[in-house]
């Protein structure tokens, strides 16, 4: 969905528990990169004042919610690289997600393998920084 196709507003069902909100520089593109990484579908986006940056926007990835912005220091909030946690998906197909987000760019921080607790798991770094793991329960 394109920019002009997006409702500009920062209504949209909220899906899942707990929420993730990356805090990004190119929230926008980083959107875009979601989309092809990681099949996201966007649901809101609203853009700020200065028409360069998203004041929020929120996005469906995997079945849940994901909301982000861009950096906003005149407001307190300085820009800073991600760090201390992960998002994480449970996934079935694991090999066809971890190929999807590696053509589009993610890079790999710990090796998609079995796992000592029968999942397949794996982690990955997008071009934001923001470490996604990937998990699937071992049929």
């Known amino acids: 969905m394109s920019m002009t196709e997006t409702p500009a507003n920062a209504s949209a069902e909220v899906k899942g528990g707990a929420v993730p909100y990356l805090f990004l520089k190119g929230a926008a593109k980083a959107i875009d990169f979601y989309m092809q990484a990681f099949g996201a579908e966007e649901a809101a986006r609203m853009p700020a004042e200065d028409g360069e940056r998203l004041m929020h926007a929120h996005i469906y990835i995997n079945g849940g919610s994901v909301m982000l912005n861009d950096f906003f220091p005149e407001f307190g909030h300085a820009e800073a690289a991600p760090a201390a946690f992960n998002v994480h998906l449970q996934v079935k197909g694991i090999q066809d997600w971890w190929k999807r ?39």
């Open 101 to 139: 987000a590696l053509d589009a760019g993610c890079e790999v921080k710990m090796p998609l393998e079995k796992q000592f607790w029968g999942d397949h798991y794996g982690v990955l770094r997008d071009p934001w920084g923001v470490e996604w793991s990937m998990g699937e329960t071992a049929a």
